[in-house]
């Protein structure tokens, strides 16, 4: 955390001086040699001196195995380029040898951090193509549950990693401690702690035991205090923001053309969440807010905009979660469950809203009971795409590990 | 706009090159010309009642060797108008070119690299194009469906040997059951 020392801006360099009084600094006239500034955003050009880094494949914090060139300058990073594919498990080449039902497990290890939210997104968009829109109550009220009890999960585990990447510790610990009790609850429900097989097409593995909703009421009693203890710990925090607030700024307008959904879209200010936009299942009848970045402790778009808003999102999460128990009926879930599963002659895409931002199937049937094409448009991969969007001249290699963070990145979901 | 009147507006601006359109898919789909997507594109991105601003997917998609076609696949939405379209162009199998989109919308930019990739179609006037997902000297394109995986991959043999182990997946095999046909 010490190791904000400089904070490049231009050929002006301000730093901190053994007093903690911040001082400016002109660069020499021979380190201006070359460079080029732009704008607000200073962009530097030189030829020559480069130093390329590599970093990864094995690096702890680039959240899997990913790969990043770095060209640097000094400290300064002017050029990332990622290379992908080290987890590349031909997810979209196995769909296409597996019947329909069969693809949900592979859909599960695509991102294994939100596995409910992966099936989701394929179960709908299979029943998109199938064109079946009746479905029990009890189904879809289970299947909100799930997916907000693992956006809860899936947030607090990119909350956690992301504390660890700038230097905090203890937000780690006492995230996993909370998500392991969502993943008692899974368990209990679905067999398995990551990897559910849970959600299939129209209806569910099981149903819920009994005294189900119960525990899970105890679960949201519980949490609901621990937010506050982390805003404590670590969103409010001076260093933490400091670090963050000004760091990665993503603007809406180059997240909007990168493709990137989520909260990383909404951390630049964007009010655009697709269970209000596009409401798919049931989600217009509940209650919930949006959360956007403001840009409160630096710049709109920053790291720390994208953190508050994953914060802020695990209590809107929450009150849904309250109306479902509230609402849920007892029926079969499993009534209107299709035996055979052969969509006609077609195809359909049909994004939904993951914790990583928008998380698409495209489907093409030509008939059978293996999909044709099966195409999993995926949040991460556009979300690394636009590091360089991200980089407005000055940062630094530090800052690279703290924006990566920031994104919420599973590279088991980019390489697929 | 409707799906209908999007399609008509394109019909009216770009004359034969919008060759289909589909308006019972359950995604209705404008299918058009290979060498004029990218004027499509950039018509549809800017024209004030468009403004196609967010690119959802871009999608390779291999028609078989009966027909002799690769598709690209473009589902677009506009956020400030909030309608959708998708768009398809198909290029031949061997050779096939589609111009690049990516300076229009920046997303298009990995994922036609993903679809060159995993297809094997060239993207015209494409700034960085290599392969993503595959290892630069992987040999063919795994999507086609007529792929066949190359024996050695740098002195590794690739294809699996022998039977896949008894996991019990046949459980699921429902063509072969009567009671379900």
Known sequence: ?416 | MTPEAIHDALQQYFGEAITAFDADAIDPTVTVEASAIHDVGAYLRSEPDMLFDSLMCLSGVDYGEAQNSLGVVYHLHSTALRHTITLRVEAPRQDGVVPTVCDIWRTAEWHEREAFDLFGMRFDRHPDHRRILLPDDWEGHPLLKDYQVQEFYQGIPVPYEGDPPEIGMDVYRFQDREDLA
């Not at chain 1, 962009?43 to 914090?61: A, C, F, K």
């Not at chain 1, 790969?67 to 050029?79: A, M, N, Q, S």
């Not at chain 1, 909404?266 to 807010?289: A, H, Q, T």
Request: glycine letters at 10%.
């Open chain 1, 1 to 416: 955390m010490c190791a904000m020392a400089g904070k490049p801006t231009g050929d002006v360099y301000r730093f901190q001086d053994s007093k903690g009084q911040w001082r400016t600094h002109r660069r020499p006239s021979h380190h201006q040699d070359g460079f080029r500034s732009g704008g607000p955003g200073i962009s530097y050009e030189r030829q020559g001196d480069d130093l390329i880094l590599q970093m990864g494949p094995q690096h702890p914090s680039t959240h899997g195995v990913l790969r990043l060139e770095i060209v640097t300058d000094g400290e300064l990073v002017k050029h990332i380029t990622p290379h992908l594919g080290y987890l590349h498990r031909c997810f979209e080449k196995h769909a296409e040898a597996m019947t329909y039902p069969q693809v949900i497990p592979y859909a599960d290890r695509m991102d294994y951090l939100s596995a409910m939210n992966q099936e989701l997104a394929y179960v709908l968009a299979v029943e998109k193509l199938m064109g079946l829109k009746e479905f029990p109550e009890r189904l879809e009220y289970i299947r909100v549950l799930m997916a907000e009890l693992q956006r809860i999960a899936s947030h607090l585990l990119a909350i956690g990693t992301y504390g660890l990447d700038v230097g905090a510790m203890t937000p780690f610990f006492w995230c996993v401690r909370d998500r392991e009790k969502i993943l008692d609850l899974f368990e209990w429900v679905s067999g398995a702690r990551l990897l559910y097989n849970y959600l299939w097409i129209g209806g569910v593995a099981h149903d819920l035991p009994a005294g189900y909703t119960d525990k899970v009421m105890e679960f949201v009693t519980y949490f609901e205090p621990r937010v506050q203890e982390l805003n404590d710990l670590l969103s409010s925090n001076k260093i933490f923001i400091e670090r963050a607030a000004s760091i990665g700024v993503l603007t809406a307008e180059d997240a909007i053309s990168y493709g990137i959904g989520g909260p990383n879209l909404r951390g630049s200010g964007v009010k655009w969440d697709l269970r209000k936009e596009e409401p798919y299942g049931i989600y217009d009848r509940f209650d919930f807010d949006v959360p956007v970045g403001t840009g409160e402790f630096g710049v709109l778009g920053s790291a720390w905009d994208r953190y508050i808003v994953r914060v802020r999102e695990m209590l809107e999460s929450l009150k849904i979660i309250r109306q479902v128990v509230d609402q849920m009926p007892g029926s079969d879930p499993n009534e209107a469950m299709p035996r055979r599963i052969r969509p006609a002659k077609g195809e359909a895409y049909l994004r939904t809203e993951s914790p990583r931002g928008e998380l698409g199937f495209y489907l093409v049937s030509d008939g059978t009971e293996k999909p044709y094409r099966c195409k999993a448009r995926s949040p991460c991969f556009t979300a690394i795409s636009a590091l360089n969007a991200m980089n407005h001249g000055g940062m630094l290699i530090a800052d690279a590990v703290a924006v990566i963070g920031s994104l919420d990145i599973v590279l088991g979901e980019i390489d697929r």
